[in-house]
């Protein structure tokens, strides 16, 4: 069955620290990976990854993926308040055609 | 960019009714929607896949009865909940893949339902 996992589960910090979230899967047929952000409503879209070794940033946030170790880790540097939210990774079959969600992290950055 | 709406964002009904959520996308066409439920503080799970001129796929666990699902066209797609329960209170959201490159999925803002 494919499954994908996010660690840690919640995590609070405080503004300007730096975090790493973590995504790793296991599943037949990989196509891609997929960061979001989610605040009140839908997820908003961060990050696609399909080849290992290359990071992608935007601002503060970067992510990259290892298809050797099966994850992807999504940081964010000099946190803000903002960014509180849950971080949802998906990644992408092409056997199913269909996304398939991890868990999600929930982040939490104090003033 | 890639705009999904859905209608309503909101909705509270009573025990046994039915009720009817809409997904479109506004300014591309798209061959394939999806319906996600999202309980709170959970992440999102796939309900169906939702295809353009055909029956949608449900998956395991989801009761094709309860949730009705019609892709009418390239740009709308639409779940009705059926005879709803208070368990059937959730967060409903919707995406579209545009065109056939499955690269992305444009993500609709999402329904609250809420059954009494």
């Known amino acids: 069955e494919d499954k994908v996992v996010q660690s840690p589960l919640s995590l609070v910090v405080h503004e300007g620290d730096t975090v790493t979230l973590n995504c790793s899967y296991e599943?037949?047929?990989?196509?891609?990976l997929l960061w979001y952000k989610q605040e009140k409503k839908a997820p908003t879209f961060l990050f696609m990854l399909?080849?290992?070794?290359i990071e992608k940033k935007s601002g503060r946030l970067s992510s990259i993926l290892d298809k050797k170790e099966l994850s992807s880790i999504l940081n964010i540097t000099a946190t803000q308040t903002g960014d509180s939210a849950i971080y949802l990774c998906?990644?992408?079959?092409?056997?199913?055609?269909?996304?398939?969600f991890g868990t999600g992290t929930r982040l939490k950055v104090l003033a | 960019g890639a705009v999904v709406s859905q209608h309503p964002s909101r909705v509270i009904c009573k025990s046994g009714t039915s009720v009817k959520i809409e997904c479109r996308s506004l300014d591309f066409q798209a061959t394939t929607m999806f319906w996600y439920r999202q309980f709170p503080k959970q992440s999102l799970m796939l309900m169906a896949t939702?295809?353009?001129?055909?029956?949608?796929?449900?998956e395991q666990g989801v009761e094709k009865d309860k949730f009705l699902i019609n892709h009418a066209s390239l740009t709308l797609s639409t779940l009705t909940v059926t005879s709803a329960h208070p368990e059937d209170s959730s967060f409903y959201i919707c995406?579209?893949?545009?065109?056939?490159?499955?690269?992305?999925?444009?993500f609709g803002p999402g329904t609250r339902l809420t059954v009494l």
């Open positions: 995406s579209a893949i545009r065109g056939t490159g499955y690269n992305e999925q444009f």
């Open positions: 939702s295809n353009e001129g055909s029956k949608a796929t449900y």
């Open positions: 998906a990644v992408f079959t092409s056997g199913t055609y269909k996304y398939i």
């Open positions: 399909t080849s290992s070794g």
């Open positions: 599943v037949t047929n990989f196509r891609s």
